[in-house]
C-alpha cells in the first residue's frame, strides 16, 4: 500500500519512511522526521520495544493531565470486562446446573393472553400534547350554528370572536406608546370600533438599545384595502399584512416585502 509523507506529501517507499506508534498513525519520510539513516536502520530492526512517535503525540504523552485520564478509562474498561465476564460465567453455570428451562422461563398459560411488555429500560419523557382549551375555537373545521329561537328551555351561550385584519407597521421610533399607535390607526382609517394594537417587542429587552419598534394592529376586514394602501399611513412607516409564522396555519406562507408610505407627488 502506497503511503503519503505527512511531512512534505510526497509518496514514500518500505525502506525510507517510518509510521507514528502513538494516536495518529501517520507516515514520514525518516529524513523529514529528522532521523539518520543509522538510527532509522536500528528503529526498524527493534520494532518491539524501540517506538517513534511525532511530535504531536509526543506532546500529548507529555502531556501531565493526558496520563492520568488514559489511566482511568482503562481501568473503567478492565472493570466493566470483569463484570461482563462475570455474568456470562454465572448464566452459564446456571444453564450447566439446571438446563436452558431455568435460565429462559417457558411461558405459562396465563402468559398466552396479550399484554404491555414490561422491562428495565429508564422510560424516556416525552412531552404531553397540547390539550386545546374549552373555549377556543375550532376554526379549520366546518361549524354549524342553531337557529330555533322557539325552545322553553334555552342555555347562556358567547358569541364568537369576530375575526380581524392584522397588519403589521414597522419602524416606529422606540418612545412612541401604543395609545399614540392606537390613535393613529383610528384617524387613518377612520374606524367605527377602536383597533386592537400590539407592541412586539421581546419581553425584558432594554428600548435604548432599539432602532425602532413595530406593532401588529386589528381592525375590521372590511379596512383591508385602505389598510394596504400606501397613501393611508404617514411617510416612513413600513406596512405590510401580518403574518402568525407561528401558528400551524402559518407554515409555508410566502414573505410578504413591507411597503413604504411615502407623501404623495401631485
Known sequence: MEHVCDKCAKPTKESDYIKCQGFCETVAHFKCA?????LFTKVKSHTDNVLWFCDGCLKLLKWATFRPTIAALGNTIAELVTQQTAAINE???VIRKDGMKSAYPVASKSDITPRAAQNNWPSIHRPAPKRRREDQFISNRDIIVGTNANLSTTVATVPLTEKKFWIYLSRI???VPVQ?????????????????VVKLVKKDVDMNSLRFISFKVGVDPKLKTAALSPSTWPAGIFFREFEDYGSKNGRGVTTVTPMVASPVIP
Open 173 to 175: 421610533h422606540p418612545d
Open 180 to 196: 399614540n399607535v392606537h390613535d393613529m390607526v383610528k384617524e387613518c382609517l377612520q374606524c367605527d370600533d377602536p383597533p386592537e
Open 34 to 38: 529528522g532521523l539518520s539513516s543509522q
Open 91 to 93: 448464566l452459564k453455570e
